[in-house]
């Protein structure tokens, strides 16, 4: 579970300072979905890299079943990354040099799991969003798609605790986000993660049971009952 | 992992491995080929040294310049008293280029000095023999003046011209016969003139052979003059054996024929006898070569001494322009290039990293740590390295083959004949090199040694570190939350 209090982030550029985050309280219970809404440089990505233990808060606290992320060292908090949660990125992010199979497996690296048992996981990670002919693509010989599943296979592979998703369709053209999302939605029910998808997808926003709004830092959270 | 991403990353991206490899390769060819170079100068100019002195001679002592000794050499060769046409010889055995000599006393002065090994005494003469055919000259021309028989002159006649009277016809041929003669010490012959050279046929003098007949003959004088061993040579009026046959050791040698000590001692037209004119000198150690000669000129009265370095200083021609070329301006510009490389392969592999920001990123974001992403960027860093120590090599090698190939031939030449102030007198083997050999020619080789392949792959895993270390900083700077914002 999510527990956010008072978190400001402020970017200090120059003179300049910039509240991304202007003192957002926020609580995600575990297995519940967060759709996050808003106008661009809204403060979207700041939550989500906080949340996902990539940065910390100015002040505030963010915790995560009781941990406050902000007070663990680099080595904690990276291993809190590798084991707990799964990111997903608007532009993929996989490593261009690796095929399907062996991005996947760069999840596994930091547990600690053997060769073998990466490779199996990994090939039953990408059979799972429906990639299973693709294992040994690069993934410059992949569409849009098929890579941002690879990229979901990666998130997945590890069984984290949270998914956190920065506009996973961003990149994508109309048909394929409806199947990414899809694809998303279905994980997440299935595998009862801790979700969070910011998008600026409307469609997806009015159907999302939790929706966030960021405005200037400034986050407000509309409840809505379940149909 | 570490392997298969590293193997990926050198395998699909290639072109930028190569870069930086090749950027390194050239430092470390370079570096090769230099030393190669230089230790190929350093054995040509060993080259040069020991046909000058003898293999295993640290230094030579002569006596100290005196200019109240010597003078012209005078010689009574002429045509007979009575006027008629003659022909004169004279054979002289006279000190070579000059009447310093060292009483044969401080051969064992030099041997007891501190840090000397052994200490040989040797003489070098010159046999000149002189033979003239004398014509008278005759008046002839002017107005009947009456014909008066006037001397010719070595070189031929005088005339004085204004339709006066004219000698005409007289004249000498003279036939000037030279060759030098060294007289060694049979008993050591590991030390001095003769170590230079070796036996290519017949034997050298035993060690009883102090006063014997017998001479070797330097095999190129032994060509020119049809001599072989078995023959026999005279030398004022003795006749020599020739025992053998002695090549030095790259066509230099020190002396025509060579005698036993004692005999070139009492053969000598100057009051040689118990007199030496160079003494060889082997160190114990070449590290003490300095002070056993500071000893030896503190210790020995009226002793020159003279080290293979005085020497190799003095050493002019294209072989010491060369030399100092390969081991200064090659040195420099080797760790210049090097450095270069090292630089150049630093901020490559940052670049590269600074393009892999987002990868990179990104596998933090998975919960690599630092210490991993800067491991991969060290590995490939590494790797490069050695790929550029490869290719290096093989540049190296390859300059190194050509410059062998080509084999460019260096002559040096020693002493004061082209450098030395007008009037210097001349000593030791400077001497003898001024009068017989002034210039040895020898071919440049380029000698690719293990450990300058061992060198070579040092530098190339150093250069691949520090190009890692480079690369890594950078990498482990890098904030996650930083790289993902980055757009590409
Ligand atoms: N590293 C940074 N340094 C300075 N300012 C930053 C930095 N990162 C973000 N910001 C600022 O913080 C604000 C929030 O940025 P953020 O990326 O969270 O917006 P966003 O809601 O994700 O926008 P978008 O929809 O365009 O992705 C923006 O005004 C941005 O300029
Ligand atoms: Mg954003």
Redesign the interface.
């Known amino acids: 579970m999510y527990q956010l209090t008072g978190v400001t982030k402020r970017y200090q550029r120059g003179k300049e300072a910039i509240d991304a985050l202007a003192g957002v309280d926020l609580t995600i219970a575990d297995g519940d979905q967060l759709v996050v809404r808003g106008p661009t440089g809204g403060g979207k990505?700041t939550l989500l890299?906080l949340l996902?233990g990539?940065?910390r808060a100015t002040s505030g606290t963010v915790s995560l079943d009781g941990t406050d992320l902000g007070g663990l060292s680099?080595?904690a908090l990276?291993?809190v990354?590798?084991?707990t949660?799964g990111?997903v990125?608007q532009?993929f992010?996989l490593?261009?040099?690796?095929s399907a199979q062996?991005n996947v497996?760069?999840?596994l690296?930091?547990?600690g799991v053997k060769?073998a048992e990466?490779a199996r996981r990994a090939a039953e990670a990408l059979e799972s969003v429906g990639l299973a002919e693709r294992l040994t693509h690069?993934p410059g010989e992949l569409s849009g798609g098929q890579q941002q599943r690879v990229a979901i296979a990666?998130a997945l592979v590890k069984q984290p605790k949270v998914l956190l998703a920065d506009e996973p369709t961003g990149n994508l053209d109309e048909d394929t986000r409806d199947d990414i999302v899809g694809l998303l939605e279905g994980l997440w029910k299935e595998l009862g993660l801790t979700y969070v998808l910011v998008t600026h997808d409307s469609s997806i926003a009015k159907r999302a049971p939790r929706l966030a709004v960021i405005r200037k830092g400034r986050l407000k959270v509309t409840e809505r009952e379940a149909a | 992992m570490f392997l298969t991403y590293l193997r990926r990353e050198l395998r699909r991206r290639r072109k930028a491995a190569l870069v930086v490899a090749l950027g390194l390769a050239l430092g470390i060819g370079l570096v090769i080929t230099v030393s190669s170079v230089a230790a190929g100068m350093r054995d040509a100019q060993d080259e040069v040294l020991h046909s000058l002195y003898g293999v295993g001679t640290d230094l030579t002592v002569s006596k100290e310049a005196d200019e109240s000794d010597g003078g012209p050499q005078t010689f009574r060769i002429g045509p007979g008293e009575d006027g008629e046409d003659s022909t004169e010889t004279d054979d002289r055995l006279m000190p070579l280029g000059g009447f310093q000599h060292l009483d044969a006393s401080a051969v064992d002065d030099v041997a007891a000095q501190d840090g000397v090994d052994t200490a040989v005494g040797a003489l070098a003469l010159n046999d000149i023999e002189f033979k003239g055919d004398f014509r008278q000259g005759r008046i002839a021309g002017g107005a009947g003046g009456q014909a008066a028989p006037g001397q010719g002159g070595p070189g031929g006649g005088a005339g004085d011209g204004e339709g006066g009277p004219r000698i005409e016809g007289g004249g000498a041929d003279i036939d000037v016969d030279s060759f030098t003669v060294t007289g060694v010490d049979v008993t050591r012959q590991d030390v001095g003139p003769l170590s230079s050279s070796r036996i290519s046929d017949g034997a050298t003098f035993g060690k009883n052979d102090t006063d014997a007949l017998k001479a070797v003959v330097d095999s190129a004088y032994a060509k020119d003059e049809g001599l072989k061993t078995g023959d026999k040579i005279t030398i004022k009026g003795k006749k020599f054996e020739v025992v053998g046959i002695a090549t030095a050791d790259t066509g230099a040698a020190t002396a025509n024929v060579y005698i036993p000590l004692q005999r070139a001692q009492q053969l000598s037209d100057a009051d040689l006898e118990d007199k030496v004119s160079t003494i060889y000198v082997k160190a114990d150690s070449s590290e003490d070569i300095p002070a056993v000669k500071d000893a030896i000129d503190e210790n020995v009265a009226g002793a020159s001494v003279t080290s293979a370095s005085d020497l190799a200083e003095q050493v002019s021609g294209n072989l010491s322009t060369a030399s100092n070329l390969a081991t200064n301006i090659g040195r420099w510009l080797s760790v210049v290039v090097l450095v270069a490389a090292f630089l150049l392969a630093g901020l490559l592999t940052m670049s590269a990293v600074g393009r892999r920001v987002r990868e990179f990123g990104t596998l933090k974001a998975l919960g690599w740590r630092s210490g991993r992403v800067v491991r991969q960027v060290m590995g490939e860093a590494f790797v490069n390295g050695i790929l550029g120590g490869v290719l290096g090599i093989a540049l190296g090698i390859a300059g190194a083959y050509v410059v062998t190939a080509v084999a460019p031939t260096l002559d040096a030449s020693v002493g004061p004949a082209s450098d030395a102030p007008e009037g210097a007198v001349l000593r030791g083997p400077q001497k003898m090199l001024d009068e017989a050999t002034t210039s040895v020619e020898v071919a440049l080789q380029a000698p690719v040694t293990l450990s300058v392949i061992a060198l070579a792959v040092a530098l190339a895993a150093a250069g691949g570190l520090i190009a890692g270390c480079f690369g890594g900083w950078r990498a482990a700077r890098l904030r996650p939350a930083d790289a993902l914002r980055r757009v590409e």
């Open positions: 990505s890299q996902g990539l940065d680099e080595a990276t291993r990354r590798a084991a949660i990111f990125f532009s992010n490593i261009p040099t690796l062996e497996e760069t999840a690296a930091p547990l060769a990466r690069l990666r």
